[in-house]
């Protein structure tokens, strides 16, 4: 198969203090993972590719020292938002391919700054 | 560029109508497509993946074809339940395998009891 797991489910945290993000390939390697984030009723908008071993890849408008992506090992990446503020609460959902499996998501991240 | 788009954006079915959702896409050199499910505040459950190479898959309830020339995918959801109530979406990433997926702006389906 193909499992991605991604924790925590949701997280609550205070303004200024910066959150982690798990993302895990359980049963595969995985040298690319991707970041989405995904507000109410609207698409997933994606946000970076993880790179295992290099420096991700951020799209346009995504602040990358805002939102530090590490990717040490082939079944691990991690988002951290750094400096969180309210703006930043979202649904957060990383992604992985396997050949002959296609896509697969986590389970996603609900965040919420106070 | 690739774009992809779901035709309808919304779509409220009385139980046990079949279900058809369409996916188009502008860029024919696909590697795959694959249909997604999404529930509310979960992430993506992956329901078929079409290699390039095939017309159709199957699962279940679940048929999905894919017609490379006309730019065209579509899912159909035989005998609806209430249960099948999410949004769909489609998603094609290009050319090669492990690239970022293009994806459709979804259909959100409402199977009434």
């Known amino acids: 198969g193909a499992v991605v797991s991604q924790h925590p489910s949701w997280v609550i945290c205070k303004s200024g203090t910066s959150v982690k993000i798990e993302c895990r390939s359980l049963?595969?390697?995985?040298?690319?993972m991707f970041w989405y984030r995904q507000f109410p009723k609207q698409s997933l908008m994606l946000m970076a590719t993880?790179?295992?071993?290099?420096?991700?890849?951020?799209e346009q408008g995504v602040e990358k020292d805002k939102f530090l992506i590490n990717h040490a090992s082939l079944t691990l990446s991690t988002l951290t938002v750094t400096s969180a503020h309210p703006e930043d609460s979202s649904f957060y959902i990383c992604?992985?391919?396997?050949?002959?499996?296609?896509?697969?998501f986590g389970s996603g991240t609900r965040l919420t700054v106070v | 560029k690739q774009e992809v788009t779901q035709i309808p954006a919304a779509l409220s079915v009385p139980e046990g109508e079949n279900l058809v959702l369409n996916c188009s896409f502008t860029?024919?050199?696909?590697?795959?497509l694959q249909w997604f499910r999404q529930d509310p505040g979960k992430g993506l459950t992956s329901l078929l993946l079409?290699?390039?190479?095939?017309r159709e898959q199957t699962s279940g309830r679940l048929n999905a074809s894919l017609d490379k020339s006309s730019g065209r995918s579509t899912l159909y959801i035989a005998a609806s339940q209430p249960g099948d109530s999410a949004t769909y979406l489609c998603?094609?990433?290009?050319?090669?395998?492990?690239?970022?997926?293009?994806f459709g702006g979804g259909t959100r389906v409402l199977v009434k009891p």
């Open positions: 993880s790179n295992e071993g290099s420096k991700a890849t951020y």
């Open positions: 860029d024919s050199a696909i590697y795959n």
């Open positions: 079409i290699q390039s190479s095939q």
């Open positions: 049963d595969f390697q995985a040298t690319t």
């Open positions: 992604s992985a391919s396997k050949d002959d499996y296609g896509y697969t």
């Open positions: 998603a094609v990433p290009p050319k090669a395998a492990g690239n970022k997926l293009t």
